[in-house]
Structures are given as structure tokens and as C-alpha cells.
């Protein structure tokens, strides 16, 4: 890397240390660990953290990517190429009943679709694997039943959480027994939050999908979302206009549930700019969230990361 | 795009140079129920505007008791994270929060103050710098305050604020504020706790929390809650010996084989000679890699891989330490536990013991239970669920430890049960076990006898360092009479 990189700063720092150690532990108490990999920013850094963490050897473990079919296109065209330029051995799976069915978040609404091309799919892909421990990206600040999820998540062999049976967890001694079957969802970026992650990606110059920076794009806008209209497969409806916006993503998903915001921020430091004064918090543009109150609760009870 | 990141830096330095500046301060909040932990956590999170509006929403949608006519989020439910709780109206677990003021990040453990609170607050209180304690100033200190103190106190926190919440309910009174302030002291005082700042406060109308609250109370000139936690010190393990628990070895080829694992304490640098726990074997370090660069020196919280000058044996759990201030190794070692299972801790089973990355089998001995109430420390040979004791570990293999007290991060552990895979127990090192087998294996060492009067014996055996050194005294009960002519004849 290059030598003239300045040093991050203590707070970075220290998120940085954390994160690594927990890569470093996983990776030793378990014998099949995977790290899912979602291609938004959280995902990004994820990646970054692992590289760092096993330098100068490879990371140890494969990616995992569930792929629901619906999913922006830029985020395809960037996840290959992030395989490509690593050497990454990247997993992509895509729940077959699910596309046989023809399930889309169009047809089936988005929480039905939810849980099958993503809660299913992502049970289909970990059980395949037969992985005993998957990473994932999950702050605890995103949302309220994240904010007690421990570093370490324990899951049931049918890959439940059942948040008032969790196991304490002090200082940073992670208990990392399991019986056959049973597995962990280990979290390197429980303390981090979403300033934090874009200092980081600054401060580090970590690779992003180009979605998280605002330029104009073709939006219509649908039950209060923005949602971008490159693909074909979304068919505007009656009374529906496609209009040219300077727009962004604060969060990647599937390009028919995830909102944009309006947005001039074109670089970094205005993306950070723009956070530090939000009014709304990332998951706004989430509908999965939106359903119901404690919706996530209820979606990571039964298996969703 | 990173031409442009530049240019916007060098517009804007002061900004960038002062924030965040600093680790983040991890802090943990205490109170019996109603006292306004809920409230306090909830205006720290909307005053610093970590909370957003779409998430005020939700809780608007939620539409159950509208907290206030104050315009606010009823901040219970904000922070209440799972629906199970929300339905009881109660948290029963650690959940933790974020915010940040323009100088520094925070992370809040938010523990419950109902009964079965032990477990989480030791859960949270673990990798807490400073705990905010909480009292209603309607009531003042309760037993539950000196609860929490003492918890507190013993997962090793020496920074308290005490925050008189709801002045505001007794007219902004200063006298009673300056009482209560007072007699925590004294309580802080017992603990050995001399850093105490406390805070006249309305949580409820944010006043001394994140913005100050002259204008009802011109009388205090002291910092606002957030103030005080800019400038709290982090408790640091740079001082002491260097430690590099051993994660994992990376051998990505032939010519490579570093030690990849987290400084736990103090430093190191290329040259250092350094010694190999338990194995004894001897070595300098040669670099410190990480992918950035080759570094010229590492210090505790760093994330680092050692490579040494020679072909050594080692393995994940073994630890590389300084060569003139290695930790305690050995068989047997004193230790507090508090016990975090249903089941409580007994001396009849083996657990796995795991501290930093190394796991081992061990015998749990208990020796005395704290009696929370009273502060005193009671014979006894089990720990109940939610009891913290005083235990002697017994080991098949070397141990390796530092005491609590100079580093959090190898004199801390925890117990796994073997059948269940549960943790158990959290555990801090007081000292490595003197001869297990008692006082007659020692005849080269020199005794000395006290006699004193019974109750003055019996708070000294009370205390943390006769409790301490129980294994090497030796105690009858006499009478008076009796103990003069035994001295007597020594004489
Ligand atoms: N007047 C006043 N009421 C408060 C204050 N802080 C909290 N309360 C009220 O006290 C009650 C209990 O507060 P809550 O935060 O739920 O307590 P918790 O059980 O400790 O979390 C609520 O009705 C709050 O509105 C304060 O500073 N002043």
C-alpha cells in the first residue's frame, strides 16, 4: 500500500483492531467458516478487515454471496471484478425454488419475497457449505433488535436466534463452542457506525459500488421510495413517470426494495458532510423494515442475517 | 473522485483534527427501575442526534404511552430492541448504543434495573471505562446504588459519575443535591473509588446532559454529563508488560511464519527479546508486519503479526511476553467469579476455561460468596446464578496469568460448561495460589501471629486482601486470656 497513507485515527484505529482480532478468532476456533458477502459498503469494508486481517497470507474461508436475482446491476459488474482483482473465492447462491416459482418482490410482495430469495436462500447457501460460522456485516447501530445481538450470534441447527437465550458475553473472550450443526454469525463491525464505516472507506481508500455517489439517474417514485428505473424488469405503472434525478444510495439491496435519497454528494467527504446532518436513519430507505414494527426481530428469529 | 477527497481536507482541517480524536469511551449506565435510565439514554441519543426522525416514527406508529408534551420520542421504546420486551414493558439483557459529540465516540451499555441485573451489568461493566450511576433525587441513594458501585468497582471501573436525575421534581434544591452528592462519595470512598463527579440533572428536560442547565440552576458551575465524558481517561494496558496472546500462526509460505494476535499489554518493538509462554524458549523479535507497512513498533490494542529471529515452537494459546516481566504461570490461582448461568458455578464439575485464545480445563474451588446487601464476603462452597465469589482455580495444564488489577485483558476469563457449551462464569485473577497444599509444606518461612479482638478480625478477613491471601493464614477463635498466655510463651 502506499507509504504515504496518513495514520487513521484512534477511533478508527481501535474499530480497525477489534474487527481484525475477531477475523483472527473465528478463523481459529472454526473449522468452516464463510464470510457473507452482501457487495453494499458494510460489505466492502468487511472485506478490507480480512485482507488485513491475514496478511500476508489469503484469507482463509470463501464468500458467499446471496444473489436473489434482483439485485442492482452495478453491484454484479463490481463483485466480479472485486473477485477478479483479490482472487477471491466467492460463492453465489440463488434459491432455485425461488427463481422455479418465479418469485419476485413484485408479484409475491416484499416480505414474502424476503423470506424466500434471502432467509431461505441464505439457510440453502450456509447448509450447503455445511459452514459452522458465517461473518456478516451487521452493526449494531442500524437498527434496535441489532443493538443486542453479541459479537459472537449463536444459531441453531435450523439457523434460528433466539435473542433471550444468547450467551453473555465479556470483555473480548469469545466463547466459540458448539455442538455439530450448530453454528455462530460472528459480527467484526458490531461497534462500528455508519460514519464510521465512510471515515474508514476514506481513510483506507476501499473500493465502492459508484450507487453510494449521487449522480443523475431515471427514478419513479413508488409508495414514498425512490426507486431507480435502469432495469427492465420494472415496469413503470399507470401514473408512474420516469424523471431524471441527482440521486444516491445509502444502502444496496434489491434494486425494486431500495429506496435512493436525493443527493449532491459526489465524493466522500460529501457523503460524510451529508450523514453528519441526517434527519433519517439508513434503514429508511429499507422496505423490508418498514412492514411492521420489530419486523427485523421477527426476520433474524427465523434465520435472516 | 480522490484528487477532489483531498482538496476538500485541506478546506477544512480543524474539523477533521479535532473530532474523534480518541478511542471511543465505553460506559456503562445504572439504575433501579423508574430512576430514568431509559429517559437519560434516549436524550443523550436525541441531543447528539444519533437518533433519526424515521426511527421517532416508528415509535409514533407503535402509538402506546406517548411519553411527554415535550414533542419527544417516548424513549423507552426506542431503546426497548426486542419485541418480546416490548410487549412485558421490561429489557432484560445488554444492549448497546452509539453516539458521538464534535470531540469524541461513545458506546453505552445499557443494562436492566431490575433484579436479575448482576449478569448483565458484569457483562456490560467488563469492557466499561466509567459507569454513570443514577439516582432519583426524590429518593437518593438506595441499597440498589451501592449495588451497582460495588459491581462496578470489581469488573474494575475507578471512574464514576453520580447523575441526581429529576431535580427538576425538588425545585433544582441545592442543598439536597450537595447531600446526596456527599454521601456517594463516602460509598465511592469504601470501594476505593476517588474519581467521582456528580451531576445535578433532568434527563427528562436536558438539562446538565448533553446542553447545560443554568438557567434553573445558576448554582452549578461543574461540567454538563457529556462534558465530563469528553474528557474521561481510558484505563490503558500500555504501562505493563508486553503480551501477545497467540491467535493463529500464518504460514502462507515456506519462507514465512508469523504470530498473529492483539498486543494485551505494553509494547514492543524489533530487537525486543521476548520469552514464549509456557514453553519458556527464548527469542527476539525480528519484525512487526501489518498490511500497511513494517512497523517500528506495536502497543496494546494493536492487531499485529510477529515474526521472530529463530525457528520456534508455537502454537494458538501460547503467549509471547516480555522477557523481564513475563506474567504468572502455574497450576493454581485465586481468583473472583461471578456466576452468569441458571446453574450456578460448583466444585464438582470441570469447565473449560478460556482467557485471551487459550482454552484449558479446569476445577473450580469456591471459597466465599458476596453478600451484595452488606458488602461482606461469606464462607461458602457453591455460587448460585447471579453470585460473585472469591474461587481458587485448579489447573491439569500451566496456567497463564496476569492479575486483574494490572491488566484487564490476561487477568479476565471466562467459563464454559462442557455438557451445554454455555458461558457460565466471568472470572478476574486476583493472584497466583501460594503452596495449595497449606502453611506446614512451607517450614523455611517465617510466621507472625496476631491476636486481636474477634470483631476487628472479622472485618479484616472481610477485606480484598486477607481474602486474598486466605490460602496462606491460618485462623482459630480463642479466648482473650488464652491468646496472652499462647503469646506469652512465645515471648
Ligand atoms: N420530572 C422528571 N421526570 C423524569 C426525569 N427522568 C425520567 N423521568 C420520568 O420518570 C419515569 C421513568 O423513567 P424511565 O426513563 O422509563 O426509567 P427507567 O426505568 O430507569 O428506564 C418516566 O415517566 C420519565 O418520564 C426527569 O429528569 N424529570
Same mark, same amino acid.
Given at each position: ?53 491475514? %496478511? ?149 481508500? /476501499? ?23 435502469? !432495469? ?33 454528494? &459526489? ?11 441526517? &434527519? ?26 | ?9 485541506? =478546506? ?116 466499561? !471505562? ?32 453520580? @447523575? ?15 447531600? /446526596? ?8 470512598? *469504601? ?17 446538565? +446532559? +448533553?446542553? *447545560? ?19 474521561? &481517561? ?24 508469523? %504470530? ?62 516480555? /522477557?523481564?516481566?513475563?506474567?504468572? *504461570? ?16 460448583? =466444585? ?16 473450580? #474451588? ?13 464462607? =461458602? ?30 487477568? =479476565? ?8 457449551? #454455555?458461558?457460565? @462464569? ?10 495449595? !497444599?497449606?502453611?506446614? *509444606?512451607? !517450614? ?41 498466655? /499462647? ?5
Amino acid at each position: 500500500m502506499s507509504e504515504t497513507k496518513p495514520p487513521l485515527d484512534p477511533n478508527l484505529k481501535a474499530l480497525e483492531s477489534e474487527a481484525i482480532h475477531i477475523f483472527r478468532e473465528v478463523a481459529a476456533e472454526f473449522e468452516r467458516p464463510v464470510m457473507l458477502y452482501s457487495v453494499g459498503k458494510d460489505s466492502s469494508v468487511l472485506l478490507h478487515l480480512a485482507r488485513k486481517a491475514f %496478511y500476508p497470507g489469503k484469507i482463509p474461508f470463501p464468500l458467499l454471496h446471496i444473489d436473489t436475482g434482483w439485485k442492482f446491476a452495478e453491484m454484479i459488474a463490481f463483485r466480479d471484478h472485486m473477485v477478479e482483482q483479490f482472487d477471491l473465492d466467492l460463492v453465489a447462491h440463488t434459491n432455485a425454488r425461488g427463481v422455479l416459482e418465479n418469485v419476485s418482490p413484485f408479484t409475491h410482495g416484499s416480505s414474502v419475497y424476503t423470506n424466500i430469495m434471502k432467509t431461505e436462500a441464505l439457510r440453502q447457501g450456509l447448509d450447503a457449505g455445511q459452514y459452522d460460522a458465517a461473518f456478516g456485516g451487521a452493526r449494531r447501530d442500524e437498527e434496535a433488535s441489532r443493538a443486542k445481538e453479541r459479537i459472537y450470534s449463536f444459531r441453531t441447527p435450523d439457523h434460528r436466534w433466539d435473542p433471550r437465550n444468547q450467551r453473555p458475553e465479556l470483555w473480548s473472550v469469545y466463547n466459540g463452542m458448539i455442538k455439530k450443526g450448530e453454528s455462530v454469525r460472528a459480527f467484526p463491525l458490531s461497534n462500528w457506525t455508519e460514519v464510521d464505516i465512510w471515515r474508514y472507506i476514506k481513510a483506507e481508500n /476501499i473500493p465502492i459500488v459508484p450507487l453510494y455517489f449521487a449522480a443523475r439517474r431515471p427514478v419513479v417514485e413508488r409508495d414514498g421510495m425512490l426507486i431507480l428505473a435502469e !432495469d427492465k424488469r420494472l415496469k413503470p405503472l399507470p401514473g408512474e413517470v420516469v424523471q431524471q434525478q441527482m440521486i444516491r444510495f445509502r444502502t444496496l439491496g434489491c434494486f425494486p426494495l431500495t429506496g435512493a435519497i436525493r443527493s449532491e454528494a &459526489t465524493t466522500l467527504d460529501e457523503i460524510i458532510d451529508e450523514l453528519e446532518t441526517a &434527519t433519517v436513519s439508513e434503514r429508511q430507505g429499507r422496505a423490508i423494515d418498514r412492514d411492521e414494527a420489530g419486523s427485523m426481530e421477527k426476520k433474524k428469529r427465523e434465520g435472516y442475517f | 473522485m480522490n484528487i477532489n477527497a483531498e482538496v476538500v481536507e485541506q =478546506a477544512k482541517p480543524a474539523i477533521d483534527a479535532d473530532t474523534r480524536n480518541a478511542r471511543p469511551l465505553r460506559l456503562i449506565t445504572c439504575g433501579s427501575v423508574d430512576d430514568g435510565k431509559s429517559t437519560l439514554i434516549g436524550r443523550l441519543l436525541w441531543d447528539t442526534k444519533a437518533v433519526k426522525e424515521d426511527q421517532a416514527d416508528a415509535l409514533a406508529r407503535d402509538n402506546r404511552n406517548q411519553q411527554n408534551g415535550l414533542g419527544l420520542p417516548d424513549f423507552a421504546l426506542l431503546l426497548d430492541g426486542l419485541q418480546a420486551e416490548r410487549e412485558q414493558g421490561i429489557t432484560i439483557d445488554v444492549a448497546y448504543r452509539y453516539f458521538s459529540s464534535e470531540k469524541r465516540s461513545f458506546i453505552v451499555a445499557d443494562t436492566p434495573g431490575h433484579e436479575q441485573y448482576t449478569r448483565n451489568m458484569a457483562t456490560g461493566a467488563s469492557t466499561a !471505562d466509567l459507569a454513570i450511576l443514577l439516582v432519583d433525587a426524590r429518593t437518593g441513594i438506595l441499597e440498589q446504588t451501592r449495588r451497582h458501585a460495588t459491581i462496578a468497582t470489581l469488573m474494575g471501573i475507578r471512574q464514576f459519575v453520580l @447523575a441526581v436525575n429529576k431535580i427538576d421534581l425538588i425545585d433544582y434544591d441545592r442543598l439536597r443535591f450537595d447531600e /446526596i452528592a456527599t454521601q456517594f462519595r463516602q460509598l465511592a470512598l *469504601s470501594l476505593g473509588v476517588t474519581d467521582v463527579t456528580a451531576i445535578p440533572m433532568s434527563a427528562l428536560l436536558g438539562e446538565n +446532559v +448533553v446542553y *447545560s442547565g443554568k438557567t434553573n440552576m445558576p448554582w452549578y458551575v461543574g461540567k454538563s454529563l457529556v462534558e465530563v465524558l469528553e474528557l474521561a &481517561t481510558q484505563r490503558s494496558a500500555q504501562t505493563v508488560g508486553f503480551r501477545l496472546p497467540v491467535q493463529r500462526v500464518s504460514r502462507p509460505n515456506e519462507g514465512f511464519r508469523g %504470530y498473529q494476535g492483539t498486543v494485551a499489554g505494553g509494547s514492543v518493538k524489533p530487537g525486543d527479546s521476548v520469552v514464549i509462554l509456557p514453553s519458556g524458549t527464548v527469542a527476539n523479535v525480528k519484525q512487526i508486519v501489518t498490511f500497511d507497512l513494517v512497523r517500528n513498533a506495536a502497543v496494546a490494542g494493536d492487531a499485529i503479526t510477529l515474526v521472530l529471529d529463530r525457528p520456534v515452537d508455537i502454537a494458538r494459546g501460547d503467549m509471547i511476553a516480555s /522477557i523481564d516481566a513475563a506474567p504468572a *504461570s502455574g497450576l493454581s490461582f485465586e481468583a473472583k467469579l461471578v456466576a452468569l448461568a441458571p446453574d450456578g458455578v460448583s =466444585a464438582q464439575k470441570r469447565y473449560w476455561l478460556k482467557s485471551s485464545s487459550r482454552r484449558q480445563r479446569v476445577r473450580v #474451588n469456591p471459597k466465599t460468596l458476596l453478600d451484595l446487601k452488606s458488602g461482606q464476603w461469606n464462607d =461458602a462452597d457453591a455460587l448460585p446464578l447471579n453470585g460473585i465469589g472469591t474461587v481458587q482455580l485448579a489447573f491439569d495444564e500451566e496456567a497463564l496469568f496476569d492479575p486483574y488489577e494490572t491488566n484487564r485483558n490476561t487477568g =479476565a476469563f471466562i467459563l464454559i460448561d462442557p455438557d451445554t457449551n #454455555n458461558t457460565v @462464569a466471568g472470572g478476574m485473577i486476583v493472584a497466583r495460589s501460594a503452596a495449595v !497444599d497449606g502453611l506446614s *509444606s512451607d !517450614d523455611g518461612l517465617d510466621q507472625t501471629l496476631l491476636s486481636l479482638p474477634s470483631d476487628l478480625a472479622k472485618k479484616l478477613m472481610q477485606s480484598d486482601v486477607f481474602k486474598a491471601m486466605r490460602e496462606q493464614i491460618e485462623i482459630r477463635h480463642t479466648s482473650a486470656n488464652r491468646a496472652s498466655s /499462647i503469646l506469652r510463651e512465645l515471648d
